[in-house]
């Protein structure tokens, strides 16, 4: 008999178990370690739940409740921190409210002095070698340039 190895055929019948063919039929599913091997996962079945992967989902949470704990911790402590610097700032504020509110009663209180009569601009200033009268016998005064002499 010879065997025809590109179609499993032996004198036109179907082989039933020729030495370079793989036992069992070629289309079935494979499952547990041989798929794993080729990476094929079988469509609709989920993977068995061994103690280990169980163990080991808990070990994660563990890690994330921690993570999660660490940053409750530390946005509690900016809370806090942000709560302190808010009533500082409200009491810095109060503090400049009463200070403005004091300064406007003091200027109430306080009414609006008299100004100095206003000084004369065309007023005379005499020459200082003018006023000694022990220099020159009469006192001087300039206005508008004209010299204008006291008895």
Same mark, same amino acid.
């Given at each position: 008999?010879?065997?025809?190895?590109?179609?499993?055929?032996?004198? %036109?019948?179907?082989?039933?178990?020729?030495?370079?063919?793989?036992? %069992?039929?070629? %289309?079935?599913?494979?499952?547990?370690?041989?798929?794993?091997a080729e990476g094929v996962a079988p469509p609709t079945r989920k993977p068995r739940k061994t103690q280990k992967s169980v163990a080991n989902k808990i070990k994660e949470l563990k890690k994330q409740l921690v993570q999660q704990? /660490?940053?409750?911790?530390?946005?509690?402590?900016?809370? /806090?921190?942000?709560?302190?610097?808010? /009533?500082?700032?409200?009491?810095?504020?109060? %503090?400049?409210?009463?200070?403005?509110?004091?300064?406007?009663?003091?200027?109430?209180?306080?009414?609006?002095?008299?100004?100095?009569?206003?000084?004369?601009?065309?007023?005379?200033?005499?020459?200082?070698?003018?006023?000694?009268?022990?220099?020159?016998?009469?006192? /001087?005064?300039?206005?508008?340039?004209?010299?204008?002499?006291?008895?």
């Open positions: 008999m010879a065997a025809n190895h590109r179609n499993g055929q032996v004198n %036109g019948e179907i082989a039933q178990n020729v030495d370079c063919q793989e036992p %069992g039929p070629s %289309g079935v599913h494979r499952v547990g370690r041989q798929a794993a704990e /660490k940053l409750k911790i530390e946005i509690e402590a900016k809370i /806090k921190e942000l709560k302190q610097e808010l /009533k500082e700032a409200e009491k810095e504020l109060e %503090g400049m409210k009463k200070t403005a509110k004091k300064n406007r009663e003091r200027r109430k209180k306080v009414t609006k002095r008299k100004q100095s009569t206003p000084r004369q601009t065309n007023r005379v200033s005499p020459r200082r070698n003018e006023t000694n009268p022990s220099r020159t016998g009469q006192v /001087k005064f300039i206005i508008r340039g004209e010299v204008l002499e006291a008895n």
